[in-house]
Nanobody
Framework: QLQAYGGGLVQAGDSLRLSCAAS????????MSWFRQAPGKEREFVAR???????DYAKSVKGRFTISRDNAKKMVNLQLASLKPEDTAIYYC??????????????????WGQGTLVTVSS
């Protein structure tokens, strides 16, 4: 249902844009988010956006990453800027219906994309 793409190998300080297409979801009904998982670490929340465009970010990416969505195209994007080596991870898009203001954890996600790898070299 969710297809993520856009990852790649970049240098520290570079920018990258990730996108996620939703095929069978009734897109407007879902809050969309991005998680990431670095090697040997747990999957962690990165950013979330409501159907109305409210945004929420992890402290580690706030001010550097921007989430957006296009309800008509059923797309959610994540613009990554000022990338750091510690941003290296597999990035997953996700859909949920948890109330806004909920601290989103992986167990609250209803649908996951397949992941796209972002590698930031120093």
């Amino acid at each position: 249902q969710l297809q993520a793409y856009g990852g790649g190998l970049v240098q520290a300080g570079d920018s990258l844009r990730l996108s996620c297409a939703a095929s069978t979801l009734t897109f407007r009904n879902y809050r969309m988010s991005w998680f990431r998982q670095a090697p040997g670490k747990e999957r962690e929340f990165v950013a979330r956006i409501s159907s109305g465009g409210h945004e929420d970010y992890a402290k580690s990416v706030k001010g550097r990453f921007t989430i957006s969505r296009d309800n008509a195209k059923k797309m959610v994007n994540l613009q990554l800027a000022s990338l750091k080596p510690e941003d290296t991870a597999i990035y997953y898009c996700a859909a949920d219906i948890a109330p806004w203001g909920t601290a989103l954890t992986p167990d609250l996600v209803i649908s996951w994309g397949q992941g796209t790898l972002v590698t930031v070299s120093s």
